[in-house]
């Protein structure tokens, strides 16, 4: 297990702009790297889902629902996962996770609220 901490997260008008950050507490930067990383989201009454995932190189997959708006990248030397999310919707609001995909780790979450 990979120990995740996200912030980041509160209330915002529709339209509105929030950052994500998720921190991997692992103590070694040579194994972060290799991690592939992802940030799931759940809404009041759904399963969760899969918002955004960024691989170890780089590359990167969004769901349709948030393509265009919201963007995912990592600073490895942070040991960071972030999630730029722009022209939020009242139907982003959730609890959004971070993920580690190797090793199955999950953060606490982080709440997201857009209001209309």
């Known amino acids: 297990q990979v120990p995740l901490e996200e912030s980041g997260g509160g209330v915002v008008q529709a339209g509105g702009s929030l950052r994500l950050s998720c921190a991997a507490y692992?103590?070694?930067?040579?194994?972060?790297?290799?991690?592939?990383m992802a940030w799931y989201r759940r809404a009041p009454g759904k399963e969760r889902e899969l918002v955004a995932l960024?691989?170890?190189?780089?590359?990167?997959v969004v769901a349709d629902s948030v393509k265009g708006r919201f963007t995912i990248s990592r600073n490895n030397s942070r040991k960071r996962v972030f999630l730029q999310m722009n022209s939020l919707k009242a139907e982003d609001t959730g609890v959004y996770y971070c993920?580690?995909?190797?090793?199955?780790?999950w953060g606490q979450g982080t709440q997201v609220t857009v209001s209309s």
């Open positions: 960024i691989t170890s190189d780089g590359r990167t």
């Open positions: 993920h580690e995909e190797t090793r199955d780790s």
């Open positions: 692992t103590t070694i930067f040579s194994v972060f790297v290799g991690f592939d």
